[in-house]
C-alpha cells in the first residue's frame, strides 16, 4: 500500500526555519513528480513547490527565495526547507506524489509561524 508520510512540523517564530521531510513508500517514487502543497484555515489548498523526475522545479511566487524543494530518490523522500518563514505561511503542509492517473497524498503536517 501506497504511504506518504510528513515530518518536521512545528512552531516557529518569524524569521526562523522549518525542514520538513516526506517519506514515500510501496512506490516506484523516482518515476513520480512530487510536490508540497499547503491549506490554510479557510482558504483552498495551494501549491508551494514541485520537483520532477527530471529535476525540473517549480515555486509558488511567495515562497520563492525562501523555500528549497529537493529530493533523495535513494531514500525515497522529498524535502522543504524553509526560510525566513512568515506568519502567512502557517498551514497544513502535504506532501503529493503523482505519475500520469495516480495521486498520492500524505496526512499533513502543521506549521505554525507565531511571536
Known amino acids: 500500500q501506497v504511504q506518504l508520510v510528513e515530518s518536521g512540523g512545528g512552531l516557529v517564530q518569524p524569521g526562523g526555519s522549518l525542514r520538513l521531510s516526506c517519506v514515500a513508500s510501496?512506490?516506484?517514487?523516482?518515476?513520480?513528480?512530487t510536490g508540497w502543497y499547503r491549506q490554510a484555515p479557510g482558504k483552498p489548498r495551494e501549491l508551494v513547490a514541485v520537483?520532477?523526475?527530471?529535476?525540473?522545479?517549480d515555486y509558488a511566487d511567495s515562497v520563492k527565495g525562501r523555500f528549497t524543494i529537493s529530493r533523495d530518490n535513494a531514500q525515497n523522500t522529498v524535502y522543504l526547507q524553509m526560510n525566513s518563514l512568515k506568519p502567512e505561511d502557517t498551514a497544513v503542509y502535504y506532501c503529493n506524489a503523482r505519475r500520469m492517473l495516480l495521486d498520492y497524498w500524505g496526512q499533513g503536517t502543521q506549521v505554525t509561524v507565531s511571536p
Open positions: 510501496a512506490m516506484m517514487f523516482s518515476t513520480y513528480t
Open positions: 520537483v520532477t523526475t527530471g529535476g525540473n522545479i
